[in-house]
């Protein structure tokens, strides 16, 4: 009809579809990334039903004690690590469940008996924002088992593996809306969920990171204990001839990634007096968010390496991080390599 213009101009693509074809692409695929997936987007669905409510629901505050990391355990926290827990729990091809918040990974099924993929997540991203009603999230991140290790202690050796072995990663923000991003190795693809029908609707397919940005994201109040070149990089980003950066830090590792990702720039979270080692968890957050990254033509190094060679010794360790733009990681690295 002229003059009319059409409410849905292109068709709605739904993740399950979205997955589906994904994998029709590959003539062995066997269906089960698709049912691992869809395990996480039901997870996350029901942990955004609980953010949406937390106010309401006397789901807000902590729980009173600390977690593996250290950390004051909020109810949320708890509630999504459940949520994973038994959503994925119980899908016959899962081996290993693995999450931030807990000590041990849970055993799922021997990979000899079909469980075949390990799943590691951070099941709510940003705690310290959950009772402010900012941005958080959840992060995942899929490896496939080792079927020929079976041993004493094989569940945790077989979640030590680089990222360059991830199958699929990604997360969810639960912000102003609920967005998923997930990659297979094929680019990265983003979806929103709408909420009348509860289903994630494809928003962006193969999804590209500027090259460059003048934003960082960095919680500045840690600036005297960086290293001396990422104190030097930030000293010039005011200068006249940097022309003008702008600075944006939410606290919520997701919610600043997703939004490097979209307008370029850099996110830093470097070794600091309080955490030596970094703070951010490699195999929970660095590695998945990595993967995104660099799918979608971004770069992500620890101020060393690139993030997805290092090999973990243990579940929890943490690295430094530094990720975003191309152009703008290696502008960073310039001033870490004059150090
Ligand atoms: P969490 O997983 O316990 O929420 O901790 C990780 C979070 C990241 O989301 C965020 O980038 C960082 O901690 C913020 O730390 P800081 O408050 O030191 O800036
Ligand atoms: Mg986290």
Redesign the pocket.
């Known amino acids: 009809m002229s003059g009319v213009t059409p409410i849905m101009s292109r068709p709605i693509v739904t993740l399950t579809q979205h997955i589906h074809e994904q994998q029709r692409r590959f003539p062995v695929a066997t269906g089960d990334l698709s049912w691992l997936l869809s395990g996480v987007a039901l997870a996350t669905r029901i942990i955004e039903s609980y953010v949406r409510r937390a106010g309401i629901a006397e789901v807000l505050g902590e729980v009173g004690t600390d977690n593996v990391?250290g950390?004051r355990v909020q109810k949320l926290?708890l509630l999504a690590n459940e949520t994973i827990l038994r959503c994925l729990g119980y899908r016959e091809i899962v081996g290993i469940l693995v999450s931030?918040e807990d000590e041990e990974p849970t055993l799922v099924m021997q990979p000899s008996d079909g469980g075949k993929y390990i799943v590691l997540f951070?099941p709510?991203?940003?705690?310290?924002n959950i009772d402010v009603n900012v941005s958080?999230g959840t992060i995942f991140s899929i490896l496939r088992c080792d079927e020929n290790d079976q041993g004493p202690d094989s569940a945790v050796r077989n979640c030590l593996q680089p990222g360059v072995r991830q199958v699929a990663a990604g997360y969810v923000v639960y912000g102003s809306s609920t967005v998923m991003a997930y990659t297979t190795g094929e680019g990265v693809h983003m979806f929103t969920l709408e909420p009348s029908i509860g289903a994630f609707v494809l928003q962006s397919e193969n999804v590209r990171m500027p090259e460059s940005g003048k934003t960082y994201s960095v919680?500045e109040?840690?600036r005297d204990s960086f290293s001396r070149g990422v104190q030097d990089y930030l000293a010039w980003t005011k200068t006249k001839e940097a022309g003008g950066y702008g600075s944006r830090?939410i606290?919520?590792?997701?919610a600043?990634f997703h939004r490097t990702l979209l307008k370029g720039g850099v996110f830093l979270?470097p070794a600091t007096a309080k955490?030596p080692s970094g703070?951010?968890?490699l195999l929970?957050?660095a590695n998945p968010i990595a993967f995104l990254a660099e799918q979608a033509g971004g770069v992500a190094t620890d101020f060393s390496g690139r993030i997805m060679e290092k090999k973990p010794d243990s579940l929890h360790v943490r690295t430094p991080l530094l990720i975003g733009s191309k152009n703008e990681v290696e502008r960073v690295m310039e001033f870490v390599g004059r150090e």
């Open positions: 990391q950390e926290d931030e951070d709510l991203d940003g705690s310290s958080i919680n109040a840690y830090y606290g919520s590792l997701v600043d979270y955490n703070k951010l968890r929970y957050e």
